[in-house]
């Protein structure tokens, strides 16, 4: 592991999930510790998008944007809003100059899937709809997120693909949660890695799905065909669960026809990203924000 990330393994709470609600204020709290970013460039606003039901949104606008990322946070299905990723949203789009719309998505067991995959579709649309008062290209919408932000922001692509819903030009994926069978190597075996482990994994599918089988948009490692899918960047944790599923999406969208880059971040664990004073992490942020960038750009 990254001797810089080691340091704070102590300070990580070790959440199993057994109850949503309290991890909600747990997980509050240890984004509430992360440093505030720099907003002053940004114009911030939150919003209403119309759907059943309506779904807040946090719109963060850097000055001469032309392009928008549908942005969900992580937090397992269960856990976050749009405060706890007001830290990650900020950045990104400060960082890569693009509109980032943050999604505070409904959250499991109380709403299992698919309340929150709904949600995310209801503001892709809504972004698509008022492209000219966002002020962006239509044709520039992306959509990306952490962890199960990144599995929904999958899944969302998969659902505009087969739906012929708003064309989606990139699709920015950190350490996503795309499988719920938990049959790779680093699900099976990582049962002890900081922040998230295999009881925990099975602990968000559970809360997500509830006893509804899983459906590609929920687990997009089911799909069957991943043809005429966006562009994708992804990036996994040498030291997560996920690392072998989104390992092999990226191989499968490539095989696919689906332009890829696929960068495993060594000696990191999922979400280590949060730990802003580690030299890793900051690159990691960095990468991100460049990468939305350069894809918005062409």
Request: net charge negative; with cysteine; charged share 20%.
């Amino acid at each position: 592991m990254d001797p810089e990330l080691e340091a704070f393994i102590a300070l990580f709470p070790r959440a199993d999930l057994t109850d949503p609600v309290a991890e909600r204020k747990n997980f509050a709290a240890l984004a509430a510790a992360v440093p505030a970013p720099d907003t002053t460039g940004l114009e911030i606003e939150d919003r209403t998008v119309p759907a059943d039901p309506d779904v807040a949104v946090r719109i963060y606008r850097p000055r001469h944007a032309q392009g928008a990322i549908v942005w969900l946070h992580g937090g397992g299905w269960v856990m976050g809003d749009l405060d706890t990723e007001h830290p990650w949203a900020a950045r990104i789009a400060e960082a890569s100059g693009a509109v980032v719309i943050s999604v505070d998505y409904r959250l499991a067991p109380e709403h299992r899937f698919p309340a929150a995959m709904d949600d995310a579709y209801a503001v892709l649309n809504w972004t698509a709809e008022h492209a000219a008062e966002l002020g962006i290209d239509p044709g520039r919408i992306a959509v990306g997120g952490h962890s199960a932000g990144g599995g929904l922001a999958a899944g969302t692509a998969l659902r505009a693909r087969d739906q012929q819903g708003p064309p989606i030009c990139f699709q920015l994926l950190n350490q996503p949660g795309l499988d719920d069978r938990q049959e790779t190597w680093s699900a099976r075996h990582f049962v002890d890695t900081p922040w998230m482990n295999r009881d925990k994994v099975t602990a968000m599918w559970r809360h997500y799905l509830g006893s509804t089988p899983a459906t590609p948009y929920a687990a997009p490692m089911r799909a069957t065909d991943l043809s005429g899918l966006p562009p994708a960047y992804i990036a996994t944790a040498e030291l997560c669960p996920n690392r072998d599923e989104d390992i092999a999406y990226a191989l499968r969208l490539m095989q696919a026809g689906v332009p890829v880059e696929l960068h495993q971040w060594a000696g990191t664990f999922h979400g280590s990203q949060a730990i802003l004073s580690a030299e890793v992490s900051q690159r990691q942020i960095a990468e991100l924000a460049a990468v939305l960038r350069r894809a918005l750009a062409e």
